[in-house]
């Protein structure tokens, strides 16, 4: 059964870290351009980074550029999206999904991950 599942989600205060990871089973996630998405309460889903399967090539949304850092383990078959420096406003529910190729503003995707919560207190 092909599977993304996100996990690394919590309650953090403002100018803390986490970091979430994109584990995937049933197929090989090197294969896969990784995208992290997330979306707030009330507001539409917005790609977050990504990060290519050709040569690693990384994206980021302009909101979160020096602040996420995207990484790929292939040893695990795991995808990590560190967070520093949140903001109240990086509130939402993560998720990640996997595509051929990145495009953070297409919400067209193979697969995608259920999700993962993640709340930054001011």
């Known amino acids: 059964e092909v599977q993304l599942v996100e996990s690394g989600g919590g309650l953090v205060q403002a100018g803390g870290s986490l970091r979430l990871s994109c584990a995937a089973s049933?197929?090989?996630?090197?294969?896969?351009?990784i995208t992290w998405f997330r979306q707030a309460p009330g507001k539409e889903r917005e790609g977050v980074s990504c990060?290519?399967?050709?040569?690693?090539?990384?994206y980021y949304a302009d909101s979160v550029k020096g602040r996420f850092t995207i990484s790929r383990d292939n040893a695990k078959n795991t995808v990590y999206l560190q967070m520093n420096s949140l903001k109240p406003e990086d509130t939402a529910v993560y998720y990640c999904?996997?595509?051929?190729?990145?495009?953070?503003?297409?919400?067209?995707?193979?697969?995608w991950g259920q999700g993962t919560q993640v709340t930054v207190s001011s």
């Open positions: 999904a996997a595509r051929d190729v990145c495009l953070l503003l297409n919400l067209v995707q193979d697969y």
């Open positions: 049933g197929f090989i996630l090197d294969d896969y351009a």
């Open positions: 990060i290519s399967s050709s040569d690693g090539s990384t």
